[in-house]
Nanobody
Framework: QVQLVESGGGLVQAGGSLRLSCAAS????????MGWFRQAPGKEREFVAA????????YYTESVEGRFTISRDNAKNTVSLQMNSLKPEDTAVYYC????????????????WGQGTQVTVSS
């Protein structure tokens, strides 16, 4: 069982930056691949970024490539998402998720989810 708690969301102007963090409970954090997803009002949840158990494999969705950076600290049981050059279309609730095994872009393959944190980018 893994419990995930996101933090770091907020309101920022276009072009600004935010850093999201996700704290995980439990002593087996390093056995989980981690992902970030987001859901905008009226839209389906979409993949943002994923990182493998030891951080050696990272995926991004094309729209955030070069602007967002996912990272993890297994000693601190945390995964982060550094978001730069934010755009109004990045506005959404951002969710942290964990899955046993390799990282994935598919939300249905994740076993555990956080409650989400709101990111709002004003134009």
């Amino acid at each position: 069982q893994v419990q995930l708690v996101e933090s770091g969301g907020g309101l920022v102007q276009a072009g600004g930056s935010l850093r999201l963090s996700c704290a995980a409970s439990g002593r087996t954090f390093s056995s989980y691949a981690m992902g970030w997803f987001r859901q905008a009002p009226g839209k389906e949840r979409e993949f943002v970024a994923a990182i493998s158990r030891q951080g050696g494999s990272i995926y991004y969705t094309e729209s955030v490539e070069g602007r967002f950076t996912i990272s993890r600290d297994n000693a601190k049981n945390t995964v982060s998402l550094q978001m730069n050059s934010l755009k109004p279309e990045d506005t959404a609730v951002y969710y942290c998720a964990a899955r046993s095994g390799v990282n994935s872009r598919k939300s249905y393959e994740y076993d555990y989810w956080g409650q989400g944190t709101q990111v709002t980018v004003s134009s």
